[in-house]
């Protein structure tokens, strides 16, 4: 299974609303990354966990919350967004080693629209 | 700064035909470097990886060049199929987590 599962695809949401974002892996995976893309645009790393404990947080705004449960869940909560944050939010998963090329395994996204 | 630049940044071209996109970067270190097709609205999906000391790879009709002194890459499409459109990313790691993307380049195919 070489496959990363995004729950929902689509979500719109008030700028009062709290919701989720949910992610999940069964390839072992010991890093998982959330990434934000705007259209036209390559991504932009926000988070990365490794061994269910966040490792890099890239300045992003605290109306986004991450969060890994187990190895194979990654969750991203979120509340009182701006219309800004609307974008495609990308998961991705890699293993981790010493062979140097850690290969991300993208999810397809959930399109979020804040309204 | 780490940056990747990619040209052209959209091309078109018929069924059938080849066509070859560019990558020239300046990370530092290098750790790999990966082609990546993303469909619109879909997630990158991996083409091709390449280390320092490999030059050259290949995934079907999608070949990847790597040279490492020049610091460029490019990506060829062999008898390109309509399910080519999509976007060609191409993405530098110098660590463990970080990568470095590039703009992309839209590639259309036309019957």
């Known amino acids: 299974d070489t496959e990363v599962t995004q729950t929902p695809k689509h979500l719109v949401m008030g700028m009062t609303n709290k919701k989720s974002l949910k992610c999940e892996q069964h390839?072992?995976?010991?890093?998982m990354y959330w990434y934000k893309q705007k259209a036209k645009k390559p991504p932009e790393l926000m988070f990365v966990?490794?061994?269910?404990?966040?490792?890099i947080n890239e300045s992003v705004p605290s109306r986004f919350s991450p969060e890994c449960p187990n190895s194979s869940l990654l969750n991203l909560h979120l509340h009182a967004l701006q219309p800004e944050d609307s974008a495609l939010y990308l998961c991705?998963?890699?293993?981790?080693?010493?062979?140097?090329?850690?290969?991300?395994?993208f999810g397809p996204g959930t399109r979020l629209t804040v309204t | 700064k780490n940056q990747v630049e990619q040209s052209p940044q959209s091309l078109i071209i018929l069924e059938g035909k080849n066509c070859t996109l560019q990558?020239?970067?300046?990370?530092?270190?290098?750790?790999?470097l990966r082609w990546y097709k993303q469909d619109t609205g879909r997630g990158p999906v991996s083409l091709t990886i390449?280390?320092?000391?490999?030059n050259t790879k290949s995934n079907g009709r999608y070949t990847a060049t790597l040279d490492a002194d020049t610091k460029q890459s490019s990506l060829h499409i062999t008898a390109s199929q309509l399910s080519d459109s999509a976007s060609y990313i191409c993405?530098?790691?110098?660590?463990?987590?970080?990568?470095?993307f590039g703009a992309g380049t839209t590639v259309t195919v036309r019957a």
């Open positions: 993405v530098v790691s110098a660590d463990d987590y970080k990568l470095s």
């Open positions: 966990y490794s061994y269910e404990k966040l490792s």
């Open positions: 390839m072992g995976h010991r890093a």
């Open positions: 390449m280390t320092f000391s490999e």
């Open positions: 991705a998963s890699s293993p981790l080693g010493t062979s140097g090329s850690y290969e991300q395994y």
């Open positions: 990558c020239n970067y300046t990370v530092s270190p290098f750790s790999n």
